[in-house]
């Protein structure tokens, strides 16, 4: 009796020991794999920093940071501009919608596609560009010439965001790639012309284009020092498949989320701006005002028919009043062309027996 339990215990004692062990085994395990994805993760990190060891402040760029700034300047410049093209007049009266939505499509579909890029270095050029020319596009054309002070507004947004996106830039690369950058958006902005009421040219991808073209094919810009050398550096080459696809599909998620979360109101900017342009079309205008005078003139068939009962009873009333007036001389009328035609007849009649009549008096005549 005294040996069943001393048997059971040191039966079940191995038990609870394996799994306290194997419990511990367990989390250190996990804890392992954690330190390990962070250092996986960690890895485009130190690999971009190869390529560039930061800006004037030496900060190591880390490509999920540099993405998330992105994407907040992205919401900041879209925010920002919407609010103030809405302010935007012409002769003292608020621009049109379908202006008005055109500004908002440009600026927003450009701004998102270029801060959801795959390469977040390029990203990085682009919408420094992007931000610095549609700045002076603003000063040198919109203000002036077309909005009046009623752009002041969009400049002042302009304004801010080219600072903020400055102030990434700064924390990223060189100085010497700064300077390149400044220079080029300059030369751009003495040799452009004006946008001649384009509305799209607020903001667009040919803008960036139209900057970046001159010097990307010059030597200099495939030196590892140049600053459109960027566009062209993958940022997550040299790694092994696994990290580079483990951080890519981090990178990626938190791009699709973003956009899914904007591509709504993205969308329905785009579908109105799409209704009006359909409706300015010449055939729709024909076909719209064939449709409206067709409508017009089956409204007014339809109230002439609503008033037909009413019309025909007043008519007859009409009719019989004229009818009882004028009774005694159509009687009379009627006496009247009776007795011609009586008196017509008689004289038809005398005129018929008069031949035989004078025959009678010849041959009574002729035997007297």
């Known amino acids: 009796m005294n040996t069943q339990p001393h048997r059971i215990f040191s039966f079940t004692f191995p038990l609870r020991a394996l799994t306290q062990c194997g419990l511990i085994g367990f989390l250190v395990a996990i804890l392992g794999g954690c330190a390990l994805l962070e250092s ?52 003292g009266q608020p621009i049109k919608r379908f202006e008005l939505l055109t500004i908002k499509v440009a600026l927003a579909s450009d701004v998102y596609g270029l801060a959801t ?55 990223v690369l060189k100085p010497e790639m700064l300077d390149e950058l400044k220079e080029a958006i300059d030369k751009w902005r003495k040799t452009s012309g004006d946008p001649q009421g ?25 030196l590892p020092s140049s600053v459109f050398a960027l566009l062209d ?5 040299g790694l092994d498949p696994a990290t580079r696809e483990l951080t890519e599909t981090r990178l990626f ?13 993205l969308i329905e900017w785009q579908m109105e701006l799409l209704a009006l342009q359909s409706a300015a ?4 205008s024909q076909a719209v005002d064939g449709g409206t005078k067709i409508a017009n003139a089956s409204e007014r068939i339809s109230i002439i028919l609503d ?18 007036s004028e009774s005694d001389s159509l009687m009379k009328l009627s006496r009247e062309v009776g007795l011609s035609l009586e008196a017509g007849q008689k004289m038809a009649g ?19």
């Open 350 to 368: 005398l005129h018929q027996s008069g031949p035989r009549d004078r025959h009678d008096v010849t041959t009574a005549q002729r035997g007297f």
């Open 307 to 324: 008033r037909f009962p009413g019309l025909i009873s007043q008519e007859r009333e009409k009719i019989m009043a004229s009818l009882r």
């Open 40 to 91: 996986t993760v960690d890895l485009p990190v130190r690999a971009v920093k190869a390529v560039l060891p930061g800006g004037l402040e030496t900060e190591p760029v880390d490509p999920i940071d540099l993405q998330e700034d992105m994407l907040r300047f992205a919401d900041n410049f879209v925010l920002s501009t919407s609010k103030a093209a809405e302010k935007l007049t012409r002769d």
């Open 253 to 265: 998620a938190e791009r699709a989320l973003f956009m899914g979360q904007r591509m709504p109101q």
């Open 198 to 222: 384009d509305l799209e040219a607020f903001a667009s991808n040919s803008l960036v284009s139209d900057v970046t073209k001159g010097f990307s094919k010059s030597k200099s810009s495939s």
């Open 117 to 171: 890029g795959s390469n977040a270095l390029a990203n990085l050029v682009g919408l420094t560009v992007l931000a610095s020319g549609a700045r002076s596009r603003v000063q040198d054309y919109w203000f002036p010439k077309v909005y009046g002070i009623s752009a002041d507004p969009m400049l002042q947004s302009l304004e801010e965001r080219e600072k903020e996106i400055w102030t990434i830039a700064r924390r």
């Open 233 to 237: 550096i993958d940022p997550l080459a």
């Open 281 to 284: 079309m010449p055939q729709v």
